[in-house]
């Protein structure tokens, strides 16, 4: 007798053992479709919070890891190293494989800088040398073995107060164990950067409160070259010297360690030529300053003149042109931030600085006041004059000797118009009409020998 089921009643389904059909049910299964909790979603949220757990705890084990196995040095834009070691990347990157240091293989770098340098020259003609180092980004390289990762940063949002320029840094970055190489990669990149510079003059100029190099380091030029009236070249040279080797008989009298020389006369008579090949002989560089410079103030002054690079002149050029009755002016009427009282204190005043030597220049010693050239300030001046008879006729000997196989001429020949030079200058001198090295010069370049001494006359003023 079947038996009628009501017609509201639910028909349950039949139920599956996963056992006894050979199934196994694993315990997340069991736990996802058994667990109420789970399926109202808070196993969902503890999921999440887990694997946010696990994600910080890698974070925090990869970078103590990091400061376990790795080490970083970081140099800033301020520190000498810093163009070292940019340039030694350049010269890594830039050398053809075979003459490539073989202790540093480089991986070509996408990310680029480009350096300009341009130099502009007193007869309006200029040049510019351009020199792509490392940009700002990641960057490697392999040093004796060890990978390294070089990550240049630089700050846009704030600026050096008072050269203006953005802060930069360069990190290198390395295993613990190879933190020797840094040391000696930094020499390396001093030792590359010294050899471009030896037996050179490099010429700084001022940015903002330091000093630069300017250019590429030139030639020294031999002093013999720079041709003075006698006795000239000889006394400021010695004068020099003399101050060099005195160093502790200033210290022991309580003297201030610096001196000043002024040379004085008209354009074209070789004091620059002779400041320069000075500085040379002497292995010393040259630090030119221009104080009709705009923005240059008294405290910028002081504190360039008190933080000169060592071994180091400071040249001030045609100084008389720098201040109007006290008043500094540029040619163009700028009226500079640098006051004449400042001027003569970061000279000698109390905070001027020490172990310097000065040299000023001037066209016109009667427009200096008295109160800069006095003694204390300027210690030694000197005539730089137009060429005497017997500089044209040394210039002359300099020009077009050296011997019959070198000049096509014999050396009695070059002596005997070297003397006619000389009689015809001394002619000209004795009439008031004088010619001045710097034009001699460029007349021997023009002409030949006999011709520079028929045509000579046309040079006299």
């Known amino acids: 007798m079947s038996t009628t089921q009501p017609a509201n009643s639910v028909t349950t389904p039949p139920t599956i053992d996963k056992t006894a059909t050979g199934t196994q049910v694993s315990w997340w299964e069991g736990f996802a479709a058994e667990n109420p909790y789970f399926q109202a979603g808070f196993g969902l949220m503890a999921m999440g919070v887990g694997l946010t757990v696990l994600r910080q705890a890698t974070v925090v084990g990869t970078t103590a890891l990091q400061r376990r196995l790795l080490v970083s040095l970081e140099i800033n834009n301020k520190d000498r190293a810093y163009e070292w070691f940019l340039t030694w990347m350049a010269h890594q990157s830039n050398a053809p494989s075979t003459m490539r240091n073989r202790a540093a293989s480089w991986i070509r770098s996408h990310q680029l800088s480009v350096e300009t340098t341009v130099e502009q020259r007193k007869n309006g003609s200029s040049s510019a040398a351009f020199r792509l180092v490392a940009g700002p980004g990641n960057h490697y390289f392999r040093y004796k073995g060890a990978w390294m990762q070089v990550k240049r940063e630089r700050e846009t949002k704030s600026m050096q107060l008072m050269s203006g320029t953005p802060w930069e840094t360069v990190t290198l970055t390395t295993l613990s164990r190879d933190r020797n190489l840094f040391t000696e990669l930094l020499s390396e990149a001093r030792d590359m950067a010294m050899r471009t510079q030896q037996g050179k003059l490099v010429i700084h100029t001022a940015w903002g409160i330091e000093w630069r190099p300017f250019g590429q380091p030139r030639e020294k030029r031999p002093i013999q070259s720079v041709v003075l009236a006698d006795g000239v070249a000889e006394k400021i040279e010695s004068d020099v010297k003399a101050f060099l080797d005195r160093r ?28 320069q090949a000075l500085a040379g002989s002497l292995s010393y560089d040259i630090c030119v300053l221009n104080l009709s410079e705009r923005g240059l103030t008294d405290d910028k002054l002081f504190h360039l ?3 000169v690079p060592e071994r180091s002149f400071i040249l001030m050029e045609d100084v008389d042109a720098a201040f109007n009755k006290r008043v500094q002016t540029s040619e163009d009427g700028y009226q500079s931030s640098v006051t004449f009282s400042g001027f003569l204190n970061a000279l000698d005043g109390v905070a001027s600085g020490e172990e310097r030597i000065i040299f000023l220049t001037t066209n016109h010693l009667e427009k200096l006041d008295p109160a800069l050239i006095r003694p204390g300030r300027v210690d030694l001046a000197e005539l730089i004059d137009d060429a005497h008879p017997n500089q044209a006729r040394t210039l002359y000997e300099r020009f077009y000797g050296g011997g019959e196989a070198v000049t096509g001429l014999p050396d009695e020949k070059v002596k005997s118009l070297a003397r006619k030079l000389e009689s015809i200058v001394e002619t000209e001198w004795s009439a008031g009409r004088k010619v001045s090295m710097a034009a001699l010069q460029g007349h021997f370049i023009q002409s030949d020998a006999q011709a520079a001494v028929d045509t000579c006359h046309i040079l006299f003023k």
């Not at 610096?258 to 074209?268: F, K, M, N």
């Open 305 to 307: 003149l008190s933080n």
């Open 248 to 275: 502790k008989w200033y210290a022991d009298r309580g003297i201030p360690y610096r001196r000043g020389y002024l040379l004085y006369g008209p354009p074209g008579s070789g004091k620059t030529s002779f400041i």
